[in-house]
T-cell receptor
Framework: GEDVEQSLFLSVREGDSSVINCTYT??????LYWYKQEPGAGLQLLTY?????DMKQDQRLTVLLNKKDKHLSLRIADTQTGDSAIYFC???????????FGGGTRLMVKP | EAQVTQNPRYLITVTGKKLTVTCSQN?????MSWYRQDPGLGLRQIYY???????DKGDVPEGYKVSRKEKRNFPLILESPSPNQTSLYFC??????????FGPGTRLTVL
């Protein structure tokens, strides 16, 4: 079956880079996503990557995909206190509709 | 404003008392789904709907019902709530294969 795993917590200092990791088991995954959940809010799509890509960069966000190891990471450069949130990785076989989520990584940014 | 709305946002109820959580979207999306979020488990899909009158079970459908009589609405029904259904519930909608937009969440406590 499908399984997506993430570490529970990450703490960084403001201005440092944050790297949030995710592993998945379904080799037929075609889309991999990163969502951000701020306190008391729903999920907001941050970025996504197709399985035929190795890297995607979007301003301060860099997504790296190692398909051989089924490993996905999200790097946030120059982390700010406003980046404090829970980050979920998710996978789907079909584009976007049937998502399998990881347990979420709580990112705490210290001033 | 394009959005997914859920009502109520917070609900405390007792075991066995039927309840309905409403979900509505104004984006003319075909696809809608319900998730529950529990600590460390991420989001797990309860039910989804590909279009009007088309619904199917997700990963954790036991104890829940849904209906999709209109495109914009996708209510979640708990016929006889139990304490293990205490959770944070999210509704989401998307076009087929498009980005999922999430509602703000409904925090349900069953005593």
């Amino acid at each position: 079956g499908e399984d997506v795993e993430q570490s529970l917590f990450l703490s960084v200092r403001e201005g440092d880079s944050s790297v949030i990791n995710c592993t998945y088991t379904d080799s037929s995954s075609t889309y991999l996503y990163w969502y951000k959940q701020e306190p008391g809010a729903g999920l907001q799509l941050l970025t996504y990557i197709f399985s035929n890509m190795d890297m995607k960069q979007d301003q301060r966000l860099t997504v790296l995909l190692n398909k051989k190891d089924k490993h996905l990471s999200l790097r946030i450069a120059d982390t700010q206190t406003g980046d404090s949130a829970i980050y979920f990785c998710a996978e789907s076989i079909n584009a976007g509709n049937m998502l399998t989520f990881g347990g979420g990584t709580r990112l705490m940014v210290k001033p | 404003e394009a959005q997914v709305t859920q009502n109520p946002r917070y609900l405390i109820t007792v075991t066995g008392k039927k309840l309905t959580v409403t979900c509505s979207q104004n984006m003319n999306h075909e696809y809608m789904s319900w998730y529950r979020q529990d600590p460390g488990l991420g989001l797990r899909q309860i039910y989804y709907s590909m279009n009007v009158e088309v619904t199917d079970k997700g990963d954790v459908p036991e104890g829940y019902k849904v209906s999709r009589k209109e495109k914009r609405n996708f209510p979640l029904i708990l016929e006889s709530p139990s304490p293990n259904q205490t959770s944070l519930y999210f509704c989401a909608s998307s076009t087929q294969g498009g980005e999922q937009f999430f509602g703000p969440g409904t925090r349900l406590t069953v005593l």
